[in-house]
Protein backbone atom coordinates (compact mmCIF):
# COMPACT_ATOMS: atom_id res chain seq x y z
CA UNK A 1 0.00 0.00 0.00
CA UNK A 2 1.54 3.67 -1.11
CA UNK A 3 0.15 6.82 0.96
CA UNK A 4 -0.54 9.29 -2.03
CA UNK A 5 -1.40 11.98 0.18
CA UNK A 6 -1.25 12.54 4.06
CA UNK A 7 -3.68 15.90 5.40
CA UNK A 8 -5.26 16.84 8.51
CA UNK A 9 -9.04 17.71 8.48
CA UNK A 10 -10.41 21.07 8.55
CA UNK A 11 -13.80 19.48 9.64
CA UNK A 12 -12.71 16.59 12.24
CA UNK A 13 -10.59 17.56 15.21
CA UNK A 14 -7.12 15.04 15.53
CA UNK A 15 -7.85 13.21 11.74
CA UNK A 16 -5.81 12.71 9.46
CA UNK A 17 -6.67 12.14 5.80
CA UNK A 18 -5.39 9.36 4.04
CA UNK A 19 -5.59 8.79 -0.07
CA UNK A 20 -4.36 5.34 -0.51
CA UNK A 21 -3.26 3.33 -3.27
CA UNK A 22 -3.46 -0.65 -1.85
CA UNK A 23 -1.13 -3.05 -4.08
CA UNK A 24 -4.16 -5.51 -5.34
CA UNK A 25 -6.86 -2.83 -5.98
CA UNK A 26 -6.69 -0.51 -8.59
CA UNK A 27 -8.89 2.21 -7.13
CA UNK A 28 -7.61 4.59 -4.37
CA UNK A 29 -9.30 4.80 -1.29
CA UNK A 30 -9.69 7.62 1.11
CA UNK A 31 -9.34 6.78 4.94
CA UNK A 32 -9.75 8.97 7.76
CA UNK A 33 -7.78 8.44 10.89
CA UNK A 34 -9.50 10.14 14.09
CA UNK A 35 -7.29 9.36 17.10
CA UNK A 36 -8.13 9.99 20.88
CA UNK A 37 -6.78 13.52 22.58
CA UNK A 38 -3.51 11.95 24.90
CA UNK A 39 -0.74 10.02 25.01
CA UNK A 40 -2.05 5.85 24.27
CA UNK A 41 -1.85 3.62 27.06
CA UNK A 42 1.12 1.12 27.04
CA UNK A 43 -1.04 -1.61 25.42
CA UNK A 44 -1.96 1.09 22.35
CA UNK A 45 -5.53 2.28 21.30
CA UNK A 46 -8.51 0.02 20.35
CA UNK A 47 -9.18 0.27 16.68
CA UNK A 48 -12.53 0.72 15.07
CA UNK A 49 -13.02 0.19 11.28
CA UNK A 50 -15.74 1.20 9.62
CA UNK A 51 -17.20 0.78 5.59
CA UNK A 52 -18.67 3.39 3.64
CA UNK A 53 -16.89 6.53 4.85
CA UNK A 54 -18.48 8.82 2.82
CA UNK A 55 -21.50 8.48 4.52
CA UNK A 56 -19.95 6.96 8.12
CA UNK A 57 -16.43 9.34 8.44
CA UNK A 58 -17.82 11.85 11.28
CA UNK A 59 -20.87 10.56 12.42
CA UNK A 60 -18.53 6.93 13.54
CA UNK A 61 -15.94 9.45 15.25
CA UNK A 62 -18.87 10.52 17.52
CA UNK A 63 -20.41 7.27 18.50
CA UNK A 64 -16.95 6.10 19.25
CA UNK A 65 -16.06 9.30 21.09
CA UNK A 66 -19.13 10.21 22.93
CA UNK A 67 -19.72 7.16 25.06
CA UNK A 68 -15.57 6.95 25.24
CA UNK A 69 -15.89 10.88 27.06
CA UNK A 70 -18.42 8.84 29.39
CA UNK A 71 -16.17 5.89 30.15
CA UNK A 72 -18.98 3.96 28.73
CA UNK A 73 -16.50 2.69 26.14
CA UNK A 74 -12.56 2.45 25.57
CA UNK A 75 -11.13 5.32 23.90
CA UNK A 76 -10.60 4.23 20.20
CA UNK A 77 -8.17 5.12 16.85
CA UNK A 78 -11.70 5.66 14.10
CA UNK A 79 -11.10 4.42 10.60
CA UNK A 80 -13.30 4.95 7.60
CA UNK A 81 -12.55 3.84 4.07
CA UNK A 82 -14.21 5.54 1.59
CA UNK A 83 -13.30 6.45 -1.77
CA UNK A 84 -12.32 9.67 -3.59
CA UNK A 85 -15.08 12.19 -4.80
CA UNK A 86 -13.62 12.71 -7.95
CA UNK A 87 -12.95 9.25 -8.64
CA UNK A 88 -15.10 7.54 -12.27
CA UNK A 89 -17.89 5.46 -10.18
CA UNK A 90 -20.27 6.91 -7.40
CA UNK A 91 -19.31 5.29 -3.66
CA UNK A 92 -22.78 4.10 -3.93
CA UNK A 93 -21.67 1.72 -7.03
CA UNK A 94 -17.83 1.14 -6.26
CA UNK A 95 -19.21 -0.24 -2.68
CA UNK A 96 -20.86 -3.17 -4.48
CA UNK A 97 -17.60 -4.54 -5.53
CA UNK A 98 -15.09 -4.51 -2.23
CA UNK A 99 -18.08 -5.53 0.07
CA UNK A 100 -19.41 -8.13 -1.20
CA UNK A 101 -17.70 -11.75 -1.76
CA UNK A 102 -19.57 -13.66 -4.56
CA UNK A 103 -20.17 -12.19 -7.98
CA UNK A 104 -23.43 -11.75 -8.83
CA UNK A 105 -23.76 -10.13 -12.58
CA UNK A 106 -27.88 -11.02 -12.52
CA UNK A 107 -28.14 -8.08 -9.34
CA UNK A 108 -25.02 -5.54 -10.71
CA UNK A 109 -27.18 -5.01 -14.01
CA UNK A 110 -30.90 -3.55 -12.30
CA UNK A 111 -28.58 -2.21 -9.88
CA UNK A 112 -26.76 0.14 -11.55
CA UNK A 113 -29.66 0.57 -14.03
CA UNK A 114 -31.39 2.51 -11.15
CA UNK A 115 -28.04 4.52 -10.24
CA UNK A 116 -27.83 5.27 -14.30
CA UNK A 117 -24.58 4.22 -15.09
CA UNK A 118 -23.02 0.89 -15.51
CA UNK A 119 -21.78 -0.65 -12.18
CA UNK A 120 -17.88 -2.48 -11.57
CA UNK A 121 -18.43 -5.91 -11.48
CA UNK A 122 -19.18 -7.42 -8.10
CA UNK A 123 -17.72 -10.33 -5.62
CA UNK A 124 -13.96 -8.48 -4.70
CA UNK A 125 -14.66 -8.46 -0.56
CA UNK A 126 -12.02 -10.79 -0.36
CA UNK A 127 -9.48 -8.04 -2.23
CA UNK A 128 -10.93 -5.23 0.12
CA UNK A 129 -10.45 -7.99 2.91
CA UNK A 130 -6.96 -8.40 2.01
CA UNK A 131 -6.48 -4.64 1.64
CA UNK A 132 -7.67 -4.08 5.40
CA UNK A 133 -5.67 -6.57 7.05
CA UNK A 134 -2.66 -6.72 5.54
CA UNK A 135 -1.77 -3.34 4.81
CA UNK A 136 -3.84 -1.08 6.18
CA UNK A 137 -4.28 -2.11 9.66
CA UNK A 138 -0.52 -2.45 10.11
CA UNK A 139 0.34 0.88 8.42
CA UNK A 140 -2.09 2.45 11.40
CA UNK A 141 -1.15 0.30 14.47
CA UNK A 142 2.56 1.43 13.71
CA UNK A 143 1.74 5.04 13.30
CA UNK A 144 -0.90 5.64 15.63
CA UNK A 145 -0.18 2.86 18.24
CA UNK A 146 -3.01 0.60 17.88
CA UNK A 147 -3.31 -2.72 19.91
CA UNK A 148 -3.19 -5.00 16.88
CA UNK A 149 -5.43 -7.72 19.54
CA UNK A 150 -8.64 -4.69 19.76
CA UNK A 151 -9.88 -4.17 16.83
CA UNK A 152 -13.51 -3.63 16.02
CA UNK A 153 -15.31 -3.98 12.54
CA UNK A 154 -18.33 -1.81 11.43
CA UNK A 155 -20.24 -2.34 8.34
CA UNK A 156 -24.54 -1.48 7.62
CA UNK A 157 -26.31 -2.55 4.62
CA UNK A 158 -23.75 -4.56 2.13
CA UNK A 159 -21.51 -3.31 4.98
CA UNK A 160 -22.67 -5.49 7.42
CA UNK A 161 -22.41 -8.38 5.11
CA UNK A 162 -19.25 -7.61 4.65
CA UNK A 163 -18.76 -7.76 7.84
CA UNK A 164 -20.55 -11.00 8.60
CA UNK A 165 -17.96 -12.28 5.48
CA UNK A 166 -14.66 -11.26 7.92
CA UNK A 167 -15.72 -13.21 10.74
CA UNK A 168 -16.59 -16.14 8.68
CA UNK A 169 -13.37 -15.82 6.29
CA UNK A 170 -10.29 -14.90 9.24
CA UNK A 171 -12.18 -14.57 12.27
CA UNK A 172 -8.79 -13.95 14.10
CA UNK A 173 -8.12 -10.84 12.37
CA UNK A 174 -10.89 -8.72 13.96
CA UNK A 175 -11.82 -9.29 17.96
CA UNK A 176 -15.32 -7.40 17.63
CA UNK A 177 -17.89 -7.80 14.67
CA UNK A 178 -20.98 -5.32 14.21
CA UNK A 179 -23.34 -5.84 11.66
CA UNK A 180 -26.66 -3.48 11.11
CA UNK A 181 -29.03 -3.92 8.19
CA UNK A 182 -27.07 -6.73 6.68
CA UNK A 183 -27.38 -7.74 3.03
CA UNK A 184 -28.25 -11.84 3.80
CA UNK A 185 -30.20 -12.10 1.02
CA UNK A 186 -26.92 -11.25 -1.35
CA UNK A 187 -27.32 -14.20 -3.85
CA UNK A 188 -30.12 -16.01 -2.82
CA UNK A 189 -28.51 -16.18 0.73
CA UNK A 190 -25.40 -18.08 0.45
CA UNK A 191 -23.99 -16.80 3.02
CA UNK A 192 -26.24 -18.86 5.54
CA UNK A 193 -25.11 -22.12 4.01
CA UNK A 194 -21.60 -20.15 5.19
CA UNK A 195 -22.84 -19.84 8.42
CA UNK A 196 -23.79 -23.05 9.25
CA UNK A 197 -20.92 -24.79 8.62
CA UNK A 198 -19.09 -22.08 10.71
CA UNK A 199 -21.39 -22.69 13.73
CA UNK A 200 -20.98 -26.60 13.43
CA UNK A 201 -17.26 -26.50 14.01
CA UNK A 202 -15.94 -27.02 17.44
CA UNK A 203 -12.73 -25.20 17.42
CA UNK A 204 -13.64 -22.01 19.87
CA UNK A 205 -13.28 -18.78 17.98
CA UNK A 206 -12.00 -15.30 20.84
CA UNK A 207 -14.56 -12.83 19.18
CA UNK A 208 -18.11 -10.68 19.77
CA UNK A 209 -20.38 -10.42 17.37
CA UNK A 210 -23.87 -7.36 17.55
CA UNK A 211 -26.26 -8.23 14.74
CA UNK A 212 -29.07 -5.34 14.17
CA UNK A 213 -31.94 -3.97 12.01
CA UNK A 214 -34.66 -1.22 12.07
CA UNK A 215 -37.64 -2.48 12.94
CA UNK A 216 -39.06 -1.47 9.66
CA UNK A 217 -36.21 -3.79 7.32
CA UNK A 218 -39.22 -6.14 7.29
CA UNK A 219 -40.81 -7.64 3.89
CA UNK A 220 -43.53 -5.71 4.48
CA UNK A 221 -41.97 -2.44 5.62
CA UNK A 222 -40.26 -2.58 2.31
CA UNK A 223 -43.15 -3.38 -0.03
CA UNK A 224 -44.32 -0.62 1.23
CA UNK A 225 -41.65 1.80 1.62
CA UNK A 226 -40.94 1.03 -2.02
CA UNK A 227 -44.00 0.88 -3.48
CA UNK A 228 -43.67 4.18 -5.15
CA UNK A 229 -40.87 2.51 -7.68
CA UNK A 230 -42.74 -0.40 -8.64
CA UNK A 231 -44.47 1.50 -11.51
CA UNK A 232 -40.89 1.23 -12.76
CA UNK A 233 -40.11 -2.05 -14.95
CA UNK A 234 -36.39 -1.94 -13.82
CA UNK A 235 -37.21 -1.97 -9.97
CA UNK A 236 -39.69 -4.68 -10.38
CA UNK A 237 -36.78 -6.80 -12.00
CA UNK A 238 -34.47 -5.78 -9.24
CA UNK A 239 -37.08 -7.05 -6.44
CA UNK A 240 -37.55 -10.34 -8.40
CA UNK A 241 -33.68 -10.83 -8.80
CA UNK A 242 -33.20 -10.26 -4.85
CA UNK A 243 -36.17 -13.50 -4.71
CA UNK A 244 -39.10 -10.98 -3.89
CA UNK A 245 -39.07 -8.32 -0.71
CA UNK A 246 -36.32 -8.84 1.56
CA UNK A 247 -36.72 -9.59 5.50
CA UNK A 248 -33.42 -8.08 7.10
CA UNK A 249 -35.26 -8.56 10.27
CA UNK A 250 -35.97 -12.26 10.20
CA UNK A 251 -32.35 -12.89 8.33
CA UNK A 252 -30.49 -11.13 10.88
CA UNK A 253 -31.83 -12.96 13.83
CA UNK A 254 -31.46 -16.25 12.01
CA UNK A 255 -27.79 -15.52 11.71
CA UNK A 256 -26.75 -14.79 14.65
CA UNK A 257 -28.37 -17.87 15.91
CA UNK A 258 -26.31 -19.54 13.77
CA UNK A 259 -23.15 -17.67 14.50
CA UNK A 260 -23.62 -18.56 18.67
CA UNK A 261 -23.26 -22.37 17.77
CA UNK A 262 -19.92 -21.95 17.68
CA UNK A 263 -17.93 -22.34 20.50
CA UNK A 264 -16.33 -18.94 22.26
CA UNK A 265 -18.29 -16.86 20.35
CA UNK A 266 -20.66 -13.97 21.27
CA UNK A 267 -23.34 -13.14 19.19
CA UNK A 268 -26.87 -11.09 19.73
CA UNK A 269 -29.38 -9.87 17.52
CA UNK A 270 -31.54 -6.84 18.63
CA UNK A 271 -34.28 -5.19 16.46
CA UNK A 272 -34.21 -1.23 17.11
CA UNK A 273 -37.64 -0.09 16.93
CA UNK A 274 -39.63 2.07 14.73
CA UNK A 275 -36.43 2.45 12.66
CA UNK A 276 -35.53 2.27 8.91
CA UNK A 277 -32.95 0.57 7.05
CA UNK A 278 -31.47 4.26 6.45
CA UNK A 279 -32.15 5.11 10.34
CA UNK A 280 -31.27 2.12 12.44
CA UNK A 281 -27.54 2.22 11.74
CA UNK A 282 -26.16 5.04 14.48
CA UNK A 283 -28.41 3.92 16.88
CA UNK A 284 -27.07 0.32 16.70
CA UNK A 285 -23.76 1.06 16.39
CA UNK A 286 -24.05 2.82 19.68
CA UNK A 287 -25.88 -0.24 21.33
CA UNK A 288 -23.74 -2.70 19.39
CA UNK A 289 -20.44 -0.83 20.85
CA UNK A 290 -21.84 -0.81 24.18
CA UNK A 291 -22.91 -4.75 23.90
CA UNK A 292 -19.15 -5.80 22.62
CA UNK A 293 -17.70 -4.20 25.36
CA UNK A 294 -19.66 -5.43 28.21
CA UNK A 295 -18.23 -8.03 30.42
CA UNK A 296 -16.03 -8.60 27.49
CA UNK A 297 -12.60 -9.24 29.50
Same mark, same amino acid.
Given at each position: ?????????????????????????????????????????????????????????????????YPAMEGGLPPAVVVTIGYLLDWPMQPGLARN???????????????????????????? !????? $??????????????????????????? $??? @??? !???????????????????????????????????????????????????????????????????????????????? @????????????????????? @?????????????????????????????? !????
Amino acid at each position: MKILTDEPSNTIPNTRIWTVQPSGIESPFLVTITSPKGDAPESGWNGVVATDGNMSAGSVVQVVGYPAMEGGLPPAVVVTIGYLLDWPMQPGLARNQDLTYLPWPEWDEPYGQIWGEAPPPSGE !ADLFL $SFINDELKPAIEQQFSVNRSEWTLLGH $SLG @GLF !ATHALLSDPGRFRRYLAVGSSYWWKRSHIFSRAEKFGSETDPIDARIYIAAGGLETAEAFKQQWAGYMEQEVWRHYIDVM @GGYIDIVADSAKMADMLAKRP @GISATYETIPEETHGTAVLPAYVRGLRWLH !ANAE
